[in-house]
């Protein structure tokens, strides 16, 4: 794939994420002139982008969306649902096209008989006769005449001006109406080439000096606007494309348009960014490497021994320093995910005969490009759920006492050293009873052990393969793959799921994810005869507690810190590991506020550290009470604790 397609594929992806983005809010605003000037400009510019490859179905598609959008902005036709549903079908049909494009280079194989049925519909939408687009039929005369003029056109782009290209089919009978097509063509501004060819194969008897048989194309210096006036009274035997510059190599600084901005763009290659991201992990893994130095020079010569904590302090600040600024090219805000999710819900609630208003807050918050892009899926999947299980139809929610327009809320707010993302929605809720049922009537459990869930265990049945309520299945449910799935999406990105929830009184579901690979300084200490790290953030205190300070309490033990009681537990007999003799004194971390606070026993301390911490990955991935590993300066690998976690599940076994 070469380069200026590669180029004509991100920005597809983005006018097309543009265009529809305008159109929803046109339909909620139809007044709003802004936005549908700026859907037309969307529209515009990729018909002219199209125009540059051999992809006439898309085309012709895009030419009659822009004149629809024309229409509306003339007010020849009023903003109503009908023509917003057929642009918007255009816009999903493009980025379907384009996702073809990118994975193998052309359109499919159905892309003639689609962009077909869209131009119809779009055409007929328009005011006035619905007639097919004006010109000649023949949609692969733009590659030849850019393969033909492309270094005229290149030549005239270097120097600034606007090319456009054209295509005048002079109707047979042109002459008996009084139209002279060379004079049409001579008076043509900036005129720099002409082709002349026979529309049909001349008749063995010769031309008929009485029927024009010429198909004229041309390449002018001039803009599509400056055309259109010359062209005016054979406007339906013309077709024109204004040719767009050449896009800038992905290495070159792109300036900002508006006048006395400063602010300039580099558009890089992912992959090299996600080097240098491994680059600066590393050396902030390396950096570490030189407290062991210190600490042995310390023993020979003192004096080296300062002078090299001098310079770690430095390179330290360096190293974290550029880490911060390198992961900063890799964030994205999650309004780039949560704009696609506007036309889907939009499009199911009116499938399902709902009403419903998504809600969306939180879009600058920003995450790792990776956890972003990876959200989408398990999001669309909640609110699939949301729309087709929560929302209840409007007579239903009217009959309840409700609002006849559900709503749904997705939110995004920064949690600690992560994100938090949240689902709302207002409907009909989740009944811990009902879920129990289900759960026996597909043998998920035993019956005793299912009886035995509390509320919150049991909504907790939603997130096991194969358990669905739907009762039948359609094209949105019923399949038994769902939340299972998301659960498994979003702990393959390193996050966790909760679910909130009462019959009645609507769902929330809450995903926790990190804000992606970060500098975290954790808190080193050893249980069970291993080396553990705690992010410090989770650490209240540190204290050394004198055996006869341990109280017995039933099954297990507590202390009184400050006239409060704090229960005890021994970090290592929560890993699984084997707890080692207590001493005269216990070593206490102190985590929690309030009435949450607890005290875990450990074997020893072992100062700070500064760690490039990734999310876990293979076997312990998904393991409850694991925030992740890093790794340290001596080679070893450092797993770090998820406290929390760790005390609100079950123990973790080695």
């Known amino acids: 794939m070469n380069e200026l397609l590669d180029q004509f594929i991100l920005e597809a992806r983005e006018l097309a994420e543009a265009a529809a983005e305008d159109l929803l809010a046109l339909e909620r605003a139809p007044a709003d002139a802004a936005r549908l000037d700026s859907a037309f400009r969307a529209v515009h510019t990729l018909k002219g982008s199209v125009g540059l490859f051999d992809l006439a179905p898309m085309g012709a598609a895009l030419h009659a969306g822009e004149d629809l959008l024309e229409a509306l902005r003339a007010g020849r036709r009023a903003v109503e649902r ?7 079908a255009l816009v999903g049909a493009v980025e379907g096209w384009v996702e073809a494009i990118a994975a193998t280079g052309a359109l499919p194989a159905d892309a003639g008989a689609r962009g077909v049925a869209l131009e119809a519909a779009l055409r007929g939408l328009l005011p006035g006769a619905a007639s097919p687009f004006p010109g000649p039929a023949a949609e692969d005369w733009l590659p030849a005449l850019l393969a033909r003029d492309g270094a005229l056109i290149a030549a005239e782009h270097a120097a600034g001006r606007t090319v456009t290209a054209l295509r005048y089919g002079p109707a047979e009978d042109c002459f008996f109406l009084g139209d002279d097509p060379m004079a049409v063509v001579r008076a043509l501004p900036g005129l720099l080439a002409l ?9 063995e008897e010769g031309p008929d000096p009485f029927s024009c048989n010429l198909v004229i194309e041309a390449v002018c210096a001039a803009p599509e606007a400056a055309l259109r006036p010359v062209l005016r009274l054979v406007a339906d035997q013309v077709r024109l494309v204004e040719l767009p510059a050449p896009a800038p190599r992905a290495e070159e600084v792109r300036e900002a348009a508006p006048a006395g901005a400063a602010a300039r763009s580099l558009r890089v290659d992912a992959a090299r960014i996600d080097a240098l991201v491994d680059l600066a992990g590393e050396l902030v893994v390396a950096k570490n490497g030189l407290a062991h130095l210190v600490a042995r020079a310390a023993e020979a010569d003192p004096a080296l021994a300062r002078a090299l904590a001098e310079s770690r302090a430095g390179i330290e600040r360096l190293a974290e320093a550029m880490h911060r600024g390198v992961l900063g090219l890799r964030m994205v805000p999650l309004g780039r995910c949560f ?21 969306v807050s939180g879009e600058a918050v920003e995450a790792d490009k990776a956890i972003v892009d990876g959200l989408f899926e398990p999001l669309l999947h909640l609110l699939r759920n949301a729309l087709d299980h929560g929302i209840e139809t409007p007579e239903e929610r009217v009959a309840a006492g409700k609002p006849r327009v559900g709503r749904l809320v997705l939110s995004a707010r920064r949690g600690g050293e992560g994100v938090v993302v949240e689902l709302s929605d207002d409907g009909r809720g989740m009944d811990p009873a009902r879920l129990r049922r289900v759960a026996r009537a597909r043998g998920l459990m035993e019956a005793p052990a299912i009886d035995a869930l509390d509320d919150a265990q049991a909504l907790d049945l939603v997130f096991r393969p194969g358990f669905s309520t739907a009762g039948q299945v359609t094209e949105l449910s019923g399949r038994g793959v769902g939340m299972d799935a998301v659960r498994g999406a979003v702990e393959a990105l390193g996050g966790r799921v909760a679910l909130v929830g009462a019959a009645g009184a609507g769902t929330t579901v809450r995903l926790s994810l990190p804000q992606g690979a970060a500098v975290t300084t954790v808190l080193l200490m050893r249980a069970g005869g291993e080396a553990f790290g705690v992010p410090v953030e989770h650490v209240a205190e540190t204290l050394r507690l004198p055996a006869g300070r341990i109280l017995p309490l039933r099954q297990a033990e507590a202390f009184v810190l400050r006239e409060r009681t704090v229960p005890l537990l021994g970090l290592a007999a929560l890993l699984g590991l084997e707890p080692p003799a207590r001493g005269e004194a216990a070593r206490v971390l102190v985590t929690g506020t309030g009435a949450g606070r607890a005290g875990l026993e450990v074997e020893a301390f ?17 393991m409850p009470g694991l925030l992740g590993t890093a790794l340290m300066g001596d080679g070893r690998v450092l797993v770090v604790l998820d406290l929390p976690a760790l005390l609100a599940g079950p123990a973790v076994t080695a």
């Not at 506007?342 to 009403?355: F, H, Q, S, T």
């Not at 072992?606 to 998904?622: H, Q």
């Open 606 to 622: 072992a100062g700070r550290l500064d760690v490039l911490l990734r999310p876990a990955e293979g076997l312990l991935r998904g």
């Open 195 to 203: 082709h002349l060819a026979p529309r049909a194969p001349w008749p």
């Open 82 to 88: 009908e023509a917003v549903d057929a642009l918007l």
């Open 339 to 359: 704009s696609r999710f506007a036309r889907p819900v939009r499009d199911i609630a009116g499938r399902l005969g709902k009403e419903v208003d998504l809600s």
